[in-house]
């Protein structure tokens, strides 16, 4: 008996580079665990990111500091297994990158290794070359990530759009220039001005995906959990809510104590 498995055309690095050239945008969002993977797959997503926003979405940290090398694995392994078509890219989390490459590819080894995915994201410009250059000899791809990079929220002191002023614009533009030419296949831009994204965008070859960084850019990029509506406490002005998961999933849980109250149910019909 032949088994014929449909065949799936997976998005790869190469891809993102083609769509690019292509003027096709690139549509991006995060997914920490199987069920939700599955269906954000199935959706057509092009690229899933297994974001250290778990940290926040999923463990309820206030910041993305405290998760782990091993926890991120723990959730990309769980995205790779219900993943066909996305490219999955894992964020490198706080403390497993900076200020030294040995530990930067050690890191980004151990992630490929044991949980499948197909590329890391790193946060920073030229302080974190070294590290990409290292991460890069082992061939495993590299994203970058500039603008408002929530693991140094304790430097900035708050979650306000970057980049405003000139200087940080041009060190930002500078950055992006020097991650390109250094080797990542992509850079994500979040919370600075739109011109200024839209500017990087056409100045460098490699996509750039926005958070909150306007519709100038080659695609976006937004967290789950915040598209859906299941987390109703953030409401940042990029942010567009297509689902009230919170008040929806609320509102049958309290259905569901209802009928258990009442022993409406189980009813007849929902037992053996
Ligand atoms: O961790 C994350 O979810 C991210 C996105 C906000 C780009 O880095």
């Known amino acids: 008996m032949s088994v014929h498995k449909k065949e799936v055309k997976k998005v790869t690095t190469h891809v993102l580079l083609e769509m690019k050239r292509m003027g096709q945008k690139i549509s991006m969002l995060t997914a920490y665990d199987y069920t ?26 206030e910041t993305t500091l405290p998760i782990t090398l091993d926890q991120m694995i723990y959730h990309a392994s769980s995205v790779v297994r219900a993943v066909d078509r996305a490219l999955i890219v894992v964020d490198l989390p706080f403390g497993s990158y900076q200020g030294n490459s040995k530990e930067a590819l050690y890191s980004s080894i151990k992630i490929m290794k044991e949980s499948g995915a197909h590329a890391v994201k790193l946060e920073g410009g030229k302080e974190v070359k070294e590290s990409i250059e290292r ?16 693991q140094s929220i304790y430097k900035f002191g708050t979650y306000n759009v970057r980049a405003i002023e000139e200087a940080e614009a041009d060190r930002l533009i500078e950055d992006a220039k020097l991650l390109e030419k250094t080797g990542c296949f992509a850079i ?46 953030f409401n940042p002005r990029f942010l567009r809510r297509y689902l009230n998961l919170y008040e929806t999933i609320k509102e049958a849980v309290g259905n569901y ?13 929902e037992q053996y």
Do not use: C, W, Y
């Open 135 to 150: 991460i890069l000899t082992a061939g495993i791809p590299v994203m970058g990530h500039l603008g408002l990079t929530p």
């Open 188 to 233: 994500v831009l979040e919370k600075i001005p739109a011109k200024l994204a839209e500017r990087v965008a056409k100045e460098i070859e490699i996509p750039v995906i926005g958070i909150g960084a306007g519709g100038g850019v080659d695609g976006q990029v937004l967290v789950f959990h915040d598209m859906v509506g299941l987390n109703n406490e």
């Open 36 to 61: 939700m993977a599955k269906i954000v797959d199935a959706a057509g997503i092009d690229v899933i990111l297994v974001g250290d926003s778990a940290s926040n979405v999923m463990a309820g940290h």
């Open 257 to 269: 104590i209802k009928d258990v109250k009442s022993s409406d149910f189980p009813n007849a019909n």
